[in-house]
């Protein structure tokens, strides 16, 4: 029964370091992982190569339901994204798809559009989610829930320092300026906004590196 197998849902802001830190929890645990932003982006990139303007509803619920995404790991080069059947991991990442993927997801109909695709990841032994609504909407009955967050200046910075490593010429003031309307954006809208759950941990990242996050998260789990 899906229901019995232990869920971690690891949510928070863009940058508090929730991907990277759920995928390593995810394989110390032996556990699945869901990325759910990775599906929010993946519906933004359909929607950009089908030309969908961003405030049409409808079709974006269409274009939700007809895109399939694929995890894959199977080609030497770590985890990739396939939309519909589309190596699209390169530009799941940018900074832009970001951006569409966060206007869609303000979408009620494409948040309920994509709910039972983000269930069907809780499977045997256990399930490590990452996202925004993880705790509140998609799996509140979760075991465990984390609430990861870090101030807006050090999610800038540690975003300017992996694109820097990428060869992408970005400046941080523009980064935080980009994290910050983010945050707003995902903060105040009115379906699953970002919030923690009220029987989350919270964890504030700021100064912490990624073992040390790694570590109290794995306790939580494992006491
Ligand atoms: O985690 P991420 O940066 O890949 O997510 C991209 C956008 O998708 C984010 O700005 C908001 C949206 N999102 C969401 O609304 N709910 C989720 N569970 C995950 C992502």
Redesign the pocket.
Known sequence: MPENVPVLTIDGP?GAG??TVSRIVAGRLGWHYL???????AVGVAASWANLDVSDAAALVRCTFDTRVRFADDSGKGLRVLVNEVDATEELRLETT?AV??AI?AFPEV?SALKERQRAFRQPPGLVA?????GTV?FPDARFKVFLTASAEERADRRYKQLKDKGVSVTIDGLLREILA?DA??AQRTV?PLRPADDAVLIDTTGLDIEQVVERVLAIVAP
């Open positions: 863009s929730k991907g990325d759910s932003g990775a599906l929010y982006r970001g993927a966060s997801a948040r990452d996202g925004r609504d993880m998609i983010r954006r995902d699953a």
